[in-house]
Antibody, heavy 117, light 107 residues
Framework: EVQLVESGGGLVKPGGSLRLSCAAS????????MNWVRQAPGKGLEWVSS????????YYADSVKGRFTISRDNAKNSLYLQMNSLRAEDTAVYYC??????????WGQGTLVTVSS | DIQMTQSPSSLSASVGDRVTITCRAS??????LAWYQQKPGKAPKLLLY???RLESGVPSRFSGSGSGTDYTLTISSLQPEDFATYYC?????????FGQGTKLEIK
């Protein structure tokens, strides 16, 4: 069974940093592209970033480009999102999602990031 | 970026009803469309992809259709567990974008 477990969320002040992690199990992590998708409280879904299986291809939404960095460690079956220069509008539940083709086939339960002073 | 517009934004229906949700893309997306169901406090769940292909394990009362820029999700006979928010999403181009969601509520 595919399992994706996010961690690392919390309360951070504007301008601060946070690193999210996603632990994967139940599949061959190194064979799949992975993503971060977020959802602000009471709002819709927004794709944030993608990374290919070997980290060769990385993409970001314009809203986070230059502030967020996606990475992965295939030896540890883990996906990461380093978030710097955080803003109030980054407040959201952050989901890790596995690609099947280019479809978000499996999702974690999410981790809440709150940016507030 | 491709904009995805869903309608309606909310919908009230009864158990047993047939309901249809529409999703329109700002340009043609060649059936590169997925539908997700999300219940409160839970992660989204993939229902359909390639506009009309049912994800494994999803009940056959869910179906999808469409082409070009216009797509629909139909639930043939609503069950109590179907009351949730539904999102369409295009994967034709990056950034992958979602519709704003359709909240399906019990009448």
């Amino acid at each position: 069974e595919v399992q994706l477990v996010e961690s690392g969320g919390g309360l951070v002040k504007p301008g601060g940093s946070l690193r999210l992690s996603c632990a994967a199990s139940g599949f061959t992590f190194s064979s799949y592209s992975m993503n971060w998708v977020r959802q602000a409280p009471g709002k819709g879904l927004e794709w944030v970033s993608s990374i290919s299986s070997s980290s060769s291809y990385i993409y970001y939404a314009d809203s986070v480009k230059g502030r967020f960095t996606i990475s992965r460690d295939n030896a540890k079956n883990s996906l990461y999102l380093q978030m710097n220069s955080l803003r109030a509008e980054d407040t959201a539940v952050y989901y890790c999602a596995r690609d099947v083709g280019t479809i978000f086939g499996s999702w974690g339960q999410g981790t809440l990031v709150t940016v507030s002073s | 970026d491709i904009q995805m517009t869903q309608s309606p934004s909310s919908l009230s229906a009864s158990v047993g009803d047939r309901v249809t949700i529409t999703c329109r893309a700002s340009q043609g997306i060649s059936n590169s469309l997925a539908w997700y169901q999300q219940k409160p406090g839970k992660a989204p769940k993939l229902l359909l992809y390639a506009a009309s292909r049912l994800e494994s394990g999803v009940p056959s009362r869910f179906s999808g259709s469409g082409s070009g820029t216009d797509y629909t999700l139909t639930i043939s006979s609503l069950q109590p567990e179907d009351f949730a928010t539904y999102y369409c999403q295009q994967y034709y181009s990056t950034p992958r974008t979602f519709g704003q969601g359709t909240k399906l509520e019990i009448k």
